[in-house]
């Protein structure tokens, strides 16, 4: 079997506002981070020895912030992952903090096989770090990015949101400029979620753009990565030629990952059946830590996906793509075509101009991608299951 790796290190200095994934705070001695590795190793291990993982094409380690795990914990870990493959992953992501990333841990990445960095620096303006609680202070930053593009030089992602608390476009304009100054080979535009019962939602809701403003926000963000050469290939996500992420397009096109670490998810996929099962750990660092993988069955949540469920999940992860889902894939899965599936959809869209001659979303669809997949999943529940 064929399958990426995603590995989740949920240690962070301190939540942010706006953050509702499963995450813990440490210290950088906290004694679990080398009982953690440890145990990630061993899930690892038991995940590829019993679903016969004889290749891994791409490896995710995302959190979190694996960057707190410092220059010996993370190439200690990626020692170990290198135990599973005999030739070495097209990609290996590591995301990290740009103000944890300090030359030492840089350093191991490289030595340990790294090929891209993904970096949280969402905004250099302060007000608007602050007001999401971001850690960090965002002179840190300028430094960091520079050792950061000397060593990976192109091959670093930057995560920047808009929406922010105080942005206005001036400001995004500013913090858009401030990163391309570094040439990283992929940007990541967030538009902020606030997400029910985050501290963002109590606390900073007077202070952000309302939703049109945020919108034009996001539009006029687009507009100048596209300008300076970044070209769209997903709802959020920008690169420059050859720079697009391997791994999240494993994710677009549905096929085959494991996930290992607490609230980690995996999903396997049998395409000769057009069915699939998922894997999600139990979001509890310390169950997990203690099991030490010996006994782990009781933390993991298997969910079957029948064809009904992976057909909906394809749609809705191949739109976000820009060339829309695979469409070989699609059949070889399903035994029918995009085009039989939602012809009604399709025509619609198109007669709008918001989708092209291939089954996938333009550019301006993309900004309706929620609406037409509500009109996709409908037209899915009449045309097979009503």
């Known amino acids: ?20 994934f499963y995450s813990v705070p440490v210290a950088p001695e906290d004694p679990r981070i080398n009982r953690y590795i440890d145990t990630l190793l061993a899930e690892g291990e038991d995940r ?45 992501t590591v995301e990290a903090n740009p103000e ?40 840190v930053l300028h430094e960091r990015l520079q050792l950061i593009a000397e060593r990976f030089p192109q091959a670093f992602s930057v995560d920047l949101i808009t929406g922010l608390p105080f942005q206005d476009t001036y400001r995004l304009q500013e913090d858009i400029e401030k990163a391309l100054a570094y040439k990283p080979g992929h940007v990541s535009l967030y538009d902020l979620t606030v997400e029910p019962g985050t501290p963002l939602e109590m606390n900073a809701r007077s202070h952000l753009p309302d939703r049109d403003e945020a919108d034009q926000l996001w539009i006029a963000g687009r507009d100048t990565l596209e300008q300076a050469g970044y070209q769209q290939y997903e709802v959020s996500n920008f690169a420059l030629p050859g720079n697009r992420s391997r791994h999240n397009i494993r994710y677009w096109r549905m096929e085959n990952w494991l996930g290992l670490g607490p609230a980690a998810s995996g999903t396997l996929i049998d395409d000769e059946t057009g ?19 010996q006994e782990i069955g009781g933390l993991v949540h298997e969910e079957p996906l029948d064809r009904h469920t992976l ?19 699609f059949k070889k899965r399903f035994r029918l ?44 529940e009449k045309k097979f299951y009503l």
Not at 1 to 20: T, W
Not at 59 to 81: C, D, E, F, K, M
Not at 119 to 135: D, K, M, N, W
Request: aromatic share 10%; glycine share 12%.
């Open 100 to 139: 944890s990333a300090d030359e030492a841990f840089l350093e191991a990445c490289g030595e340990g096989g790294v090929t891209r960095l993904s970096l949280g620096v969402q905004s250099f303006h302060e007000p608007s770090r602050r007001a999401v609680g971001r850690v960090g202070a965002g002179a």
């Open 311 to 329: 057909m909906e999940e394809t749609f809705l992860m191949g739109f976000r793509y820009i060339e829309g889902p695979d469409r070989s894939l």
């Open 48 to 92: 590829i020895n019993r679903f016969s993982v004889n290749r891994i094409p791409s490896v995710y380690i995302g959190g979190g912030t694996p960057s707190l795990l410092g220059a010996s914990g993370i190439g200690r870990l990626l020692q170990g992952i290198a135990t599973f493959w005999n030739e070495a992953p097209q990609e290996i």
């Open 337 to 380: 075509s995009i085009e039989a599936c939602i012809p009604e959809t399709l025509a619609a869209w198109r007669n709008q101009g918001l989708v092209g001659p291939e089954p996938a979303l333009t550019k301006e669809g993309l900004l309706f991608l929620d609406l037409f997949l509500q009109d996709t999943l409908t037209e899915i």
């Open 275 to 293: 069915t699939g099962r998922r894997f999600t750990n139990q979001a509890d660092v310390d169950n997990y830590v203690a099991s030490a993988y």
């Open 1 to 20: 079997m064929i399958a990426s790796l995603y590995i989740h290190v949920p240690f962070c200095a301190g939540a942010c506002d706006y953050c509702d």
